[in-house]
């Protein structure tokens, strides 16, 4: 069984603020995006990481490498224009291999824990896909009208949804010939779309998205809990 990851790193960053795009912010004196694939080259080595990234950032993510050292191996792709084209980009880099696994992570989530990448590679095997979630803290609510009239959910019915989002390859493949539709939210969006039904995995609480000043506060912390338990 080959595995494959397809790391999109795509975003403009604008909730996050500055100049530079959120995956090349700094996390640990290193960019974000290659504080995740790092993480994940150790975890698995053997796996095949696809870096998707905008062609206006390609020449900078080069520069970058020089200056940071980076030495993971993997293959970089073109972004498109939307997050479902920066996947169909990253899977024409994968080879026709009727064994291969094929999962999509979003370049600023560096915590996914060694367990859960594992459980959806396994769990994809078996059923032909595997998505990480996790529970649902807060009280939610539905707004049912204007002027701000809301109804109790029950939060138990409901799942938060993380990546990576890992699926035969064959599955994957036949559901990125759709044409694309603004519904597609996400990789299991686009599988359901052809009716296909997506299996669920527990997902691990630190593997957040960092997409705001706040999630950086979150990740720096996170970051120096593992170096700690690293002992580096």
């Known amino acids: 069984m080959k595995r494959y990851l397809i790391v999109v790193a795509g975003g403009k960053g604008t909730r996050m603020g500055g100049e530079m ?9 290193k ?9 994940l ?27 940071y050292s980076f030495a993971v191996p993997l293959i970089l792709a073109q972004g ?3 997050r479902f084209h920066s996947v169909q980009n990253g899977l024409a880099q994968v080879d026709d291999i009727d064994d291969a696994l094929v999962g999509v992570h979003d370049g600023v989530r560096p915590f996914v824990s060694p367990k859960v990448l594992d459980d959806c590679f396994s769990q994809a095997w078996v059923h032909g896909s595997a998505i990480p979630m996790i529970d649902v803290q807060d009280s939610l ?17 409901y799942r938060l949804v993380q990546t990576p989002q890992v699926f035969k390859l064959s599955l994957l493949r036949r559901a990125y010939e759709q044409r694309f539709v603004e519904s597609f939210t996400d990789d299991a969006s686009v599988v359901e779309a052809l009716g296909e039904t997506v299996t669920g995995v527990d997902g691990n609480r630190e593997n957040i998205k960092i997409t705001t000043p706040f999630d950086m506060l979150v990740a720096k912390t996170l970051m120096e809990c593992w170096i700690s338990q690293q002992g580096i």
Request: aromatic residues 4%; hydrophobic residues 40%; contains cysteine.
């Open 41 to 67: 080259n150790a975890i698995d080595p053997t796996m095949q990481l696809i870096l998707v990234l905008p062609a206006q950032h390609i020449e900078l993510w080069k520069e970058l490498c020089k200056e």
């Open 141 to 157: 609510r539905h707004i049912v009208g204007c002027n701000g009239v809301t109804e109790v959910v029950p939060r138990d019915r």
């Open 21 to 29: 795009p959120k995956q090349f912010q700094l996390l640990s004196g």
């Open 80 to 82: 498109g224009s939307t």
């Open 31 to 39: 960019p974000l995006v290659m504080v995740t694939l790092e993480h």
